[in-house]
């Protein structure tokens, strides 16, 4: 029985995919993501995806946690960590990289910086989180990493409430890029260094999809992933 329960599984997982290859996909999708990227870029384009898949509806679990995906029967997770580990499918969505950023009226008051190791006298907006706070790691490309202990008056538990204190000119942040590009187009905020590579916890971090180890990918599943690709990774 033990050799004949995967080739059921497999020709059950061939059946449903026949079938569901016939049909517009359809159900409703769970998902999370942190805070932040849920809000920022996930809920942007939401209405573009229900436009395309109007019988999918789409269910966006906002945390901060790396929740169980399949102890809570969330099909699809998007992570911002290194490379992720374990059980779960892991595919790419973006690279991320940190911009030094400042506000316009901020470096008017305080000065510029023309390296990363100036940040210690200025005010550098932190994050109130264990292990990522204190010390921010920079490298130049090419180059070999080095980390600058920085401090300041104000720590901050969301991504998002520490952009609007760097947008309202209270210090210098670290921030990624998706969350940052606009301000940086429109001049509300600057960046500082460009030439260095910054980073709040470990290199080489990205945007990872990831979903429970199964034979059968449910097709609202793939689209959306095929979706978010299409979306957000230009």
């Not at 290859?21 to 409703?28: K, M, N």
């Not at 945390?63 to 490379?83: F, H």
């Not at 989180?129 to 790691?137: A, C, E, N």
Request: charge should be negative.
């Amino acid at each position: 029985m033990q050799r004949v329960a995967p080739l059921v599984e497999e020709m059950q997982a061939a059946v449903q995919a026949a079938v569901g290859a016939r049909q517009a996909p359809s159900g409703t999708l769970r998902m999370t993501a942190s805070v932040t990227f849920a809000c920022q870029r996930i809920v942007p384009v939401l209405p573009a995806f229900s436009e395309r898949y109007p019988e999918i509806a789409v269910e966006v679990i906002s945390s901060d946690a790396n929740l169980d995906l399949v102890e809570q029967g969330i099909e699809l997770a998007v992570r911002l960590a290194p490379a992720p580990k374990g059980d779960l499918v892991s595919s790419k969505l973006i690279d991320t990289r940190y911009h030094l950023v400042a506000s316009p009226a901020y470096l008017t008051r305080v000065g510029g910086l023309e390296t990363p190791g100036d940040l210690r006298d200025h005010d550098c907006l932190r994050y109130a989180l264990p292990g990522i706070g204190d010390v921010w790691r920079f490298r130049e490309t090419d180059g070999e990493p080095f980390e600058v202990r920085v401090a300041g008056r104000h720590k901050f538990s969301s991504a998002l409430a520490l952009l609007e204190a760097a947008r309202d000119g209270l210090g210098v942040a670290l921030l990624a890029d998706w969350l940052v590009a606009k301000d940086l187009a429109e001049g509300r905020l600057l960046e500082l260094c460009p030439k260095y590579q910054g980073i709040v916890s470990e290199f080489e971090t990205a945007a990872w999809m990831l979903y429970p180890n199964r034979r059968y990918l449910p097709r609202k599943t793939r689209v959306m992933i095929d979706f978010l690709r299409e979306s957000l990774a230009g």
